[in-house]
C-alpha cells in the first residue's frame, strides 16, 4: 500500500537536517491553521527564543477482530485459531480467551523552545490509561463462555526528547526535519489478574498490547512539508518510530511508518477547519518476553501490527484577543485495515488540545 522505497530518503532527510542552509523572510500574521491538526505531532517550529507548552488529550476506542480484512467472532476464534503455546501445561490448543474491546487514553504534556531560527527543540511526557474487556471460553473446547473480565493498566509512558530544524521557512512555505530520541520510561512488566478457562483467577503478567512502555529506546525520524495560501493551506508529513534494542524482556516493540497529508481552510481569522488521511504501518513484535504466555491472542508477538487507514476531520481556534493561545480538535475514523490477526480493530478517535506560545 506504501511507498517504501521512500522511506530511507525521509530518514536520511532527518538525519541530515542540521547541516542544511535554513531560508527565511519576514514573519506573517498569525493563522489558526499554521500548526496542522492536532493529532499531527512535530508539524512547526519556532522563532528564536519563541516557548509554546501544549496539552493533548486523545481517546481511541477499539472493537471486534480482524484477521488481514476478515472480520472474526468471539466463537470463531474460541475455536479455530491456534494458540502458540499449545502443548505447554495448561494451554489449551485454541485461543480460549478472547479481547472484545479496548479504550486507550492519554494526556500528553509537550514544550518547545527555538534557541535559534533553524532550530527548535521539543520534550514530550504522555500519561496513558488502558482498559481492555475479554471473554473466557470453559474449558480446552466448545462455545461455553465461562465469564468477562477486564484488565485495566495506567502510568507515565515513554518520554521523548526532540529537535527540529528548519530548511526553508517563509510566510507561504515551511519545510522541517525532525529526530527525537524515545527513553524507555514507561512500565512494560505490568501484571493483573485475569479468568482462565479453568476458571481459576490466576495473576499473570499483562500481554504486549496493555503494557504502557516499549522497554527500549527508540528514534523518530520525520520530515514536514507546509505549503500557505490565502485562505487554506495543506501538509504532507513522514513520522517513523524505529526500536533501536531488544529490551530486558528479551523482545522489541515492531517499528511504525506513518505518511499524514491534511488540508485546511479559513473560516473566519480565528477559525480554520481541517481534513486529514493517515496512512501507517507497524511491524510485528521481534522476539518473546516468557512470562507472557496465556491462551490469548494479545500474548502473541506475532499477531500484531499492520496497515491501517485513517480518516480524521478537525478545527483549530486562536482567538484574535488572546494571542498565543490555541484550541484544537480533531476526530477520525480508521476506514480500512489489515491486520496481522486476530486483532482488535480500530474504531473513532478524538484528541483535543491546548497551545500557548509566547
Excluded at 291 to 303: E, F, G, H, K, L
Aim: proline share 7%.
Amino acid at each position: 500500500m506504501f511507498a517504501l522505497n521512500s522511506w530511507p530518503a525521509l530518514l536520511a532527510l532527518a538525519l541530515a537536517a542540521p547541516l542544511c542552509a535554513v531560508a527565511h523572510d519576514a514573519a506573517s500574521p498569525p493563522r489558526p491553521d499554521d500548526h496542522a491538526p492536532i493529532g499531527v505531532m512535530a508539524d512547526h517550529t519556532h522563532r528564536r527564543g519563541e516557548v509554546m507548552l501544549s496539552y493533548r488529550y486523545s481517546v481511541m476506542g477499539m472493537s471486534g477482530n480482524l484477521a488481514g480484512t476478515d472480520r472474526l467472532s468471539p466463537d470463531t476464534i474460541a475455536t479455530q485459531v491456534p494458540n502458540r503455546f499449545s502443548g505447554l501445561p495448561g494451554q489449551p490448543p485454541t485461543l480460549r480467551v478472547v479481547p472484545v474491546d479496548m479504550v486507550m487514553q492519554m494526556h500528553m504534556l509537550g514544550a518547545m523552545w527555538a534557541p535559534t531560527d533553524a532550530l527548535t527543540l521539543m520534550a514530550m511526557v504522555p500519561w496513558v490509561r488502558l482498559h481492555m474487556d475479554h471473554i473466557t471460553y470453559s474449558g480446552g473446547m466448545g462455545t461455553a463462555r465461562l465469564g468477562r473480565f477486564t484488565t485495566v493498566n495506567d502510568g507515565v509512558g515513554d518520554m521523548s526528547l526532540a529537535a527540529l530544524a528548519s530548511i526553508v521557512n517563509s510566510s507561504n512555505e515551511r519545510l522541517h526535519t525532525s529526530f527525537a530520541l524515545v527513553a524507555p520510561t514507561g512500565e512494560n512488566d505490568a501484571t493483573a489478574t485475569v479468568l482462565a478457562p479453568n476458571g481459576m483467577r490466576p495473576t499473570l503478567r499483562l500481554p504486549y498490547p496493555m503494557q504502557i512502555g516499549s522497554g527500549s529506546w527508540a528514534i523518530k525520524p520525520g520530515a514536514t512539508y507546509v505549503r500557505r495560501h490565502d485562505r487554506w493551506s495543506w501538509g504532507l508529513q513522514y513520522a517513523g518510530t524505529i526500536y533501536l534494542d531488544e529490551n530486558d524482556e528479551g523482545y522489541s516493540r515492531g517499528d511504525l511508518h506513518q505518511l499524514n497529508s491534511w488540508a485546511a481552510r479559513l473560516v473566519s481569522p480565528s477559525v480554520s477547519v481541517s481534513l486529514r488521511l493517515s496512512a501507517e504501518t507497524e511491524d510485528d513484535i521481534a522476539g518473546i518476553d516468557a512470562n507472557i504466555v496465556a491462551p490469548v491472542q494479545t500474548a502473541d508477538p506475532w499477531r500484531q501490527g499492520g496497515e491501517r487507514l485513517t480518516v480524521l476531520a478537525g478545527a483549530n481556534w486562536q482567538p484574535r484577543r488572546a494571542s498565543g493561545h490555541r484550541l484544537a480538535a480533531e476526530y477520525g475514523y480508521t476506514v480500512w485495515q489489515d491486520l496481522n490477526g486476530p486483532q482488535l480493530e480500530r474504531d473513532a478517535r478524538l484528541v483535543l488540545g491546548y497551545q500557548l506560545s509566547w
